[in-house]
């Protein structure tokens, strides 16, 4: 088993050890994905199958401790006290500004960071974050320099190149280089998105790269990973994986992390869009209005793979409050019971 560069991360991979019956297996972890992983969606993944470590959404470092502007990414930053502690994902290319943010996250409780290097956002790359960095090997660095000068543990999270996927060649192991805590790839290139299929075949090849390197960095890989089974899977394939992180996955099985796959019920799973719902009105009475369109984006979630979950999902798609959206669940919660008892009598 690998040893780990600060008890923070030992502590993550004995953890995944132990959940397995001591055998070693790969850590789990909920990937940092914009307006998705805030501390609402994160409690209902604790509810449904927890991984062993979360991300907050990326913040950009400039704005952690700005005085104007760090009131407006509070939300982002937002830890509710039944959850365990995220590692902050922060983004940006001016080193004085992770020191400064990373100082500021320290003082929230804040115990690991994680830096974007990949984020393929058009935004945050005209202001020079995220897979921009790819671009920009000394300003990386810089970035990185700083960010370990503050103490805490060092993460990135990168991608395979921008726009030339052979730029992993030169890309990974600088990074390597640069003495990281933990190196997450996302198997595409920018210019990839998510629309070409992650490049599993060149596993083999970083680990390789990783364990001349720098052996003691762990390695966690990210990309088209839907469950807890494909990640043990994919690790078993190939030797040398530390961690695996699973995204769009969650929005297929938001039990994906389950240690045993389980059928879940409907009733299971609008149980966990009523806590999604509970917790959006708290985070709004706390912190102000949310976006409620952002909302939307999770009923594919729990209302799928049964009959009428198209004709409900229309009528989920069409409301403007948290409570329309329960008068709604009422109504068909109580139109099919009224079917199943009649099916069950026909029957």
């Known amino acids: 088993m690998r040893q780990a560069k600060s008890a923070f991360w030992q502590n993550i991979v004995d953890t995944a050890t132990q959940n397995a019956n001591g055998e070693p297996v790969p850590f789990f972890s909920l990937a940092p994905m914009e307006a998705v992983t805030d501390t609402v969606f994160r409690r209902v993944v604790l509810k449904a199958a927890q991984p062993d470590l979360f991300y907050t959404e990326f913040v950009n470092a400039r704005s952690v401790a700005h005085p104007?502007?760090?009131?407006?990414?509070?939300?982002?930053?937002?830890?509710?006290?039944?959850?365990?502690?995220?590692?902050?994902?922060?983004?940006?290319?001016r080193p004085e500004d992770f020191t400064s943010s990373i100082n500021e996250l320290k003082g929230r409780g804040f115990q690991a960071i994680d830096l974007n290097m990949g984020c393929p956002d058009g935004t945050v790359i005209k202001n020079h974050g995220g897979s921009d960095l790819i671009l920009n090997p000394g300003s990386a660095a810089e970035v990185i320099a700083a960010a370990k000068a503050t103490g805490l543990p060092i993460s990135v999270k990168t991608r395979l190149g921008f726009n030339n996927l052979d730029t992993y060649k030169s890309w990974l192991p600088f990074l390597l280089k640069q003495d990281i805590q933990v190196l997450t790839v996302h198997l595409r290139t920018r210019k990839e998105m998510s629309k070409a299929p992650a490049h599993f075949e060149l596993i083999d090849e970083i680990v390789k790269m990783r364990?001349?390197?720098?052996?003691?960095?762990?390695?966690?890989?990210?990309?088209?990973?839907?469950?807890?089974?494909?990640?043990?899977?994919?690790a078993k394939e190939h030797p040398g994986i530390d961690g695996i992180m699973i995204g769009r996955g969650i929005f297929g099985n938001p039990y994906c992390f389950e240690l045993e796959p389980t059928e879940?019920?409907?009733?299971?799973?609008?149980?966990?869009?009523?806590?999604?719902?509970?917790?959006?009105?708290?985070?709004?009475?706390?912190?102000?209005?949310?976006?409620?369109?952002?909302?939307?984006?999770?009923?594919?979630?729990?209302?799928?793979?049964?009959?009428?979950a198209s004709d409900l999902r229309i009528a989920l798609m069409d409301t403007k409050s948290t409570n329309?959206?329960?008068?709604?669940?009422?109504?068909?919660?109580?139109?099919?019971?009224?079917?199943?008892?009649?099916t069950s009598i026909s029957m």
Do not use: C
Not at 218 to 234: H, M, S
Not at 268 to 292: I, R, S, V, W
Not at 294 to 307: A, E, G
């Open 211 to 234: 364990d001349e390197i720098s052996p003691n960095t762990l390695l966690q890989i990210n990309g088209d990973i839907k469950d807890r089974a494909a990640g043990l899977q994919l």
């Open 68 to 93: 104007k502007a760090k009131f407006s990414i509070q939300g982002r930053l937002a830890i509710s006290e039944d959850e365990p502690m995220p590692i902050a994902q922060i983004w940006g290319n």
């Open 324 to 342: 329309e959206v329960r008068e709604i669940l009422a109504t068909f919660n109580a139109e099919w019971q009224a079917h199943q008892a009649t």
């Open 264 to 308: 879940h019920t409907l009733d299971e799973n609008l149980a966990l869009l009523e806590t999604q719902l509970n917790l959006f009105d708290e985070f709004t009475e706390k912190f102000g209005p949310m976006h409620f369109q952002k909302l939307k984006r999770f009923f594919k979630i729990y209302v799928r793979n049964f009959s009428y």
